[in-house]
Nanobody, 128 residues
Framework: QVQLVESGGGLVQAGGSLRLSCAAS????????MGWFRQAPGKEREVVAA????????YYADSVKGRFTISRDNAKKTVSLQMISLKPEDTAVYYC?????????????????????WGQGTQVTVSS
């Protein structure tokens, strides 16, 4: 089992910035790809950004490209999401997720689905 705890959410004005962090604990000796997802009220959960275990591959949803940056520190077992130029439509609960990587060929793959573990979520509210 892997436990994920997000932090860094809050209320910010449009155009502002926030940095979300996710700390992993538990059975972290395996390899995990990581992702950030979000769910706004009345909408389905969507992938925001993803990063491979190696950190060499990243994915961003079109709606956040150029504004969000995902990064990870495997030694510290953390993954972060730097968000700038925030918009009201970025308002959502943001979730950190981990997907176990079973094959060495997948160590540099940023997955956008198939995640095994999820955090509790952190609220991000962007006011206009």
């Amino acid at each position: 089992q892997v436990q994920l705890v997000e932090s860094g959410g809050g209320l910010v004005q449009a155009g502002g910035s926030l940095r979300l962090s996710c700390a992993a604990s538990g059975r972290t000796s395996s390899y995990y790809a990581m992702g950030w997802f979000r769910q706004a009220p009345g909408k389905e959960r969507e992938v925001v950004a993803a990063i491979s275990w190696s950190g060499g591959s990243t994915y961003y949803a079109d709606s956040v490209k150029g504004r969000f940056t995902i990064s990870r520190d495997n030694a510290k077992k953390t993954v972060s999401l730097q968000m700038i130029s925030l918009k009201p439509e970025d308002t959502a609960v943001y979730y950190c997720a981990a997907r176990r990587v079973s094959y060495s060929s997948d160590l540099d793959v940023s997955f956008i689905s198939g995640y095994d573990y999820w955090g509790q979520g952190t609220q991000v509210t962007v006011s206009s």
